[in-house]
DNA sequence: ATAGTTTCTTAACCTGGTTCAAGGTCTTCG
DNA sequence: CGAAGACCTTGAACCAGGTTAAGAAACTAT
């Protein structure tokens, strides 16, 4: 089971130095599971209790509107933290819901064990803040785009930044995540096999 | 000159409690300023030096698209956080535009000076960890409000959460950080008058 | 005051993207 | 296998919001 975290590990010593003891304690307090496909990971309505990375597979994280459309705010592949942030740092149900595209492990860190673990090694205060600082410029980013971007360049970027993502993703979500219906996204398509 | 400071170091004493060396530490790091209405804070290809606290006043920053347009990625009043992070932590050129949208007072801190204060004093980790945090957090809603809300609705949104930006923001940069256009704001506020 | 500049509004027309409805294709599972 | 469901595509009608161009107000600076 110690292979699990050897991706993850080596992600974080590219930011901080950790000593053996440290890694144990940090993996102690994650929980591995493995999710189906179409599996709920994180429900609208419920706290979210954990922090998720993902170790394999793909997650989606979306929205529902009052008109019950669901626009997806993220994906999240292997090597990626996902949830819905704000329901787990204030402990409020969640207005998001993440589920599997694939069948996927994850790692699990609850809220009160990242809690420790700020904590008890604050080296990891650094690496969540510049994880949530590279973040928020990937967000802003996507703002930027949204605004001064056509929706067919919007999807000749996403197919640029994220072509393993095809394999995984049906395309409405494809849509979904760039902001306009499917059916828009089957023209943008057509236009493009034409050329 | 101290009177400055006091505002920001109530709000920081908000997430970690500081003694007072460790004040004196952090305020001798920042640079105090004022600029006038109209005057540019970073520019567009010029590396960020400085991550900016507005003490008094207000600015905004804009990227500028091929096409020649702006657009408003935020505001910022008093006591926010702003400029542009990629640039600032990466040191490269920045894609954004700050300006002063009033007469302002704003606080620098200089990229080598907040890795200093970063080494030096590890509970700042813990406040930027929790500033980019709630940011993020801002940034999430925001895309899911542009996707799933009417440009009427982004309006009544705005006004009721930044009632106080009015007073300072032309009207044509509130349709830009809504995303529409100024002609189209005309339209919706005329409609709002009609009711 | 007055000229110049920037901002805001109006109106006519245009277009990127949506909606709705139908048909085609691909999976999945009894 | 065959049927049910999920997904993708097509086309026609429609609409939210953009574009262009002009004038009206509101600031500035002489």
């Known amino acids: 089971m110690n292979s699990d975290f050897s991706a993850l590990l080596s992600n974080i010593a590219k930011q901080i130095p950790l000593d053996s003891s440290e890694s144990a304690f940090f993996t102690s307090l994650l929980r591995p599971a493995h999710v189906k496909q179409g599996e709920f990971v994180e429900k609208f309505g419920v706290t979210t209790p954990n922090f998720i990375h993902v170790v394999s597979g793909c997650l989606m994280t979306y929205y529902t509107d009052k008109a019950a459309n669901d626009h997806v705010i993220q994906f999240a592949m292997a090597g990626w933290w996902t949830g819905d ?28 064990d990242m809690d420790r673990l700020l904590e008890q090694i604050p080296k990891f205060e650094r ?6 600082q590279n973040s928020l410029v990937t967000h802003q980013n996507r703002i930027i785009q949204n605004f001064s971007a056509s929706a067919e360049e919007r999807y000749e970027n996403f197919l640029q ?5 095809e394999q995984y993703v049906p395309l ?19 236009k493009r096999m034409e050329r």
């Open 127 to 132: 690496f969540f803040r510049i994880l949530f």
């Open 85 to 112: 942030l704000h329901s787990f740092t204030e402990q409020v149900p969640s207005i998001y819901t993440t589920r599997a595209l694939a069948d996927s492990e994850v790692l699990y860190l609850p809220k009160t």
């Open 161 to 165: 930044k994220y072509p393993s993502l």
């Open 172 to 190: 409405k979500y494809i849509a979904s995540y760039l902001g306009f219906t499917p059916e828009f996204l089957s023209k943008i398509r057509r």
